[in-house]
């Protein structure tokens, strides 16, 4: 628990902070990165989402959260991050208070700095919900935070646990295992926070491999990529979309994130959409159940005419991140067993 004076101690002294490992008991921690989760913590909290699905589903009216309040705190752009965590909460009757652009419309436009912002936030909820541009920054709220959790919503290039959580879900839920899988991840790899999460989480089941398909200046950091083999995972980078395995059971595109290119506006052109799905790519390459997978937004990468396959599988991912959500809150807030 975050709350023990003992937690506050080692915090304060401590330079090189590390957020807990669930192993298996949520209550209390932070969800800062996917490197915090084992199998079965996954399968445990797999296990509340379908309770989620039938509360949300059937309108019941839950109180599982009731009397918490959960700060949602963005710093960036948002809209299913944002909305399926303020959804989620409001699902099981506890309160969000949404704080958009606090550079702006906070105190920190008057200078405040981010140490007393996080402290201000904790003294009034149960728990923060943070999405920033700066990577580490989930990392730095959990360490400032004595009092209550830090879930990340997204850091920079660093990581976005709680999407992968959700696309891990989605690929469980259509192929039955989260073992000996064969995937292909497609477009901005070095940017794209949730292909690191989704590697990172790929690697805690065995036997599993992924294709990696970039323009040349897109591809995993070299100390990404060397850190995520060392956990065993298989990764093979191609560049040609002739080296994209038939028998893939999922292809997970991504935008490139034009945010990174400011002032390189030609670099951002050469290198954007250089890999597009439409349905014809996606038939030549595609197997027949390969899941088409996307965490959204696209900006032209997936077209539309793609939607009503029954492969696109990005809606389900879409609907599924609100429940891994209410499911998320329940557990760490304590109110879940
Ligand atoms: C992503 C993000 O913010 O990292 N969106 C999301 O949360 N689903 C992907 C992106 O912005 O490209």
């Known amino acids: 628990m975050k709350d023990s004076p003992e937690a506050r101690v080692q915090v304060e002294h401590s330079s090189s902070f590390a957020p807990e490992p669930i192993k298996r008991n949520f209550r209390g921690k932070d969800v800062v990165s996917l490197d915090q989760f084992d199998a079965a913590s996954i399968w445990d909290l797999f296990l509340k989402v379908h309770d989620m699905a039938t509360i949300a589903r059937n309108g019941w009216s839950s109180r599982i959260l009731a009397g918490k309040i959960v700060t ?113 991840m497609a477009g901005d790899l070095l940017n794209g926070r949730t292909v690191h999460s989704l590697i990172r989480g790929l690697s805690l089941f065995p036997g599993n491999e ?87 937004p696209r900006k032209g990468e997936i077209l539309q005419e793609v939607d009503t396959d029954p492969r696109a599988s990005y809606f389900e991912q879409i609907r599924n991140g609100m429940y891994i959500r209410m499911a998320l809150l329940g557990l760490v807030l304590g109110k879940i067993k």
């Open 72 to 184: 949602l705190l963005f710093y960036q752009p948002s809209t299913r991050t944002r909305v399926s965590f303020e959804a989620a909460v409001k699902q099981l009757g506890g309160e969000a208070i949404v704080v958009t652009d606090p550079e702006k419309y906070s105190s920190e436009a008057k200078g405040e700095v981010f140490e007393d912002s996080i402290r201000t936030y904790e003294a009034y909820c149960d728990a923060i919900v943070i999405r920033h541009p700066e990577t580490g920054t989930a990392l730095r709220s959990a360490e400032i935070a004595t009092r209550v959790p830090i879930l990340n919503a997204g850091d920079g290039i660093g990581e976005h646990p709680t999407q992968a959580l959700l696309d891990l879900y989605t690929i469980w839920q259509r192929t039955g295992r989260l073992f000996n899988l064969k995937g292909l």
């Open 210 to 296: 992924v294709y990696l398909l970039s323009p040349e200046e897109l591809r995993l950091s070299r100390e990404d990529l060397a850190s995520f083999q060392k956990r065993g995972i298989k990764l093979y980078e191609i560049a040609d979309v002739s080296q994209i395995p038939g028998d893939c059971a999922f292809w997970y595109w991504t935008r490139v994130q034009k945010e990174k290119f400011e002032g390189r506006e030609a670099e951002y052109e050469k290198v954007n959409n250089r890999f597009v799905v439409t349905q014809d790519f996606l038939d030549q390459y595609g197997g027949a159940s390969t899941m088409l997978m996307h965490p959204f």
